[in-house]
């Protein structure tokens, strides 16, 4: 991503949005002792472990997290992080509209994804496979438990992301890296 990790080892404001246990935030405030890293998660249960083990791993000065969700939180940020979450959220296109107004002047979301494909046929792989097996397991039911219920988790595919991300209001979408198993997209407004 073009001058954030400049941005991160000078010293900025990131947000991981969906953290759970915190293991990404935990990452990110050890490799940017710099910068100010939130974590932040509905589930009260994911937080006090994620606290717990940010004390037991020695982090805290540059660590915090808060319960919220991606709707609804506020601040101001240079980095906001959905580490595998989006597709998991009843309201995406809400988060994203959401971060658009917390991000700082010349701030950007990162989403890392699974790596699926636009169209059912180009997820018959053994990847693709689990994935619908998960999906249909975990990610829609959560989804739809929410407000909105958008269930992207059924492999929205790049196409479906970057309809729910540009549509909430950023103007550029790249995809900056990928594995076979996840995508890493870049967002600005």
Known sequence: ??????????????????????????????AYPNSTVVGMDPHTGSLEAARKEAAEAGLGTNLSFEQGTAQHFTGTYDLVCFFD??????????????????????GALLIVEPNAGDRVEDNLNPVGAAYYAFSTLLCTPNSLSQEV?????????????????????????????????????????
């Open 149 to 189: 219920g958008t269930a992207l988790g059924a492999q929205a595919g790049e196409a479906r992301l970057r309809e729910v991300i540009t549509g909430a209001g950023f103007s550029s979408l790249r995809r900056v890296a990928e594995t076979p198993f996840n995508i890493v997209l870049e967002a600005r407004p």
């Open 85 to 106: 979450a989006l597709h998991d959220m009843g309201d995406p296109a809400g988060a994203c509209r959401n971060v658009v107004n917390q991000l700082a002047p010349g």
């Open 1 to 30: 991503m073009d001058g954030v990790a400049a941005k991160l080892e000078a010293g900025a404001r990131i947000a991981d949005v969906g953290c759970g246990h915190g293991a990404s935030t935990r990452l990110l405030a050890a």
